[in-house]
């Protein structure tokens, strides 16, 4: 994913339920190294809460192409962060968590990051029911 490193500039649109609009807002994202292999990935937005931002932590896992990640966000995922694990190839990224959805059975949340050109940025919740649905889309180009 070196190709992706650096500061990026776009649009992200979010939405709560699979009926609703999205609202588009401008937002930004950075890509770097840290720690020597592992990815960040940080991006930063405005919604009617005021500002807001998340960090996806990117590492490598125990097989081939196997990827493991740590994310937080202050307005999908706070104040814990949430362990991630997925696939990874040289330009995507895709990764899966669990969260507690009380009363009823625990929920999934699908990260991707890709891009052969833009950053592109997507998040899909996993209901219980599997009726899964985008909530976050972010396209971001230099």
Excluded: K
């Amino acid at each position: 994913m070196e190709h992706l490193l650096g500061d990026w500039t776009g649009e992200l649109a979010t939405r709560f339920m699979p009926d609703d609009e999205f609202v588009t807002c401008s937002a930004g994202a950075s890509v770097d190294v840290t720690a020597g292999s592992l990815v960040t990935v940080r991006y930063a937005w405005s919604n009617a809460d005021g500002p807001q931002d998340g960090l996806l932590l990117i590492g490598d896992g125990s097989a081939p192409h196997e990827a493991r990640g740590i994310w937080v966000d202050s307005f999908h995922q706070t104040p814990h962060w949430m362990a991630l694990q997925g696939v990874a190839s040289s330009f995507e990224v895709a990764l899966e968590g669990v969260y507690a959805a009380p009363p009823g059975p625990d929920w999934g949340w699908r990260i991707r990051v890709s891009g052969l050109g833009d950053l592109i940025l997507t998040m899909i919740n996993l209901p219980s029911d599997n009726a899964a649905y985008e909530v976050v889309r972010a396209s971001f180009s230099r």
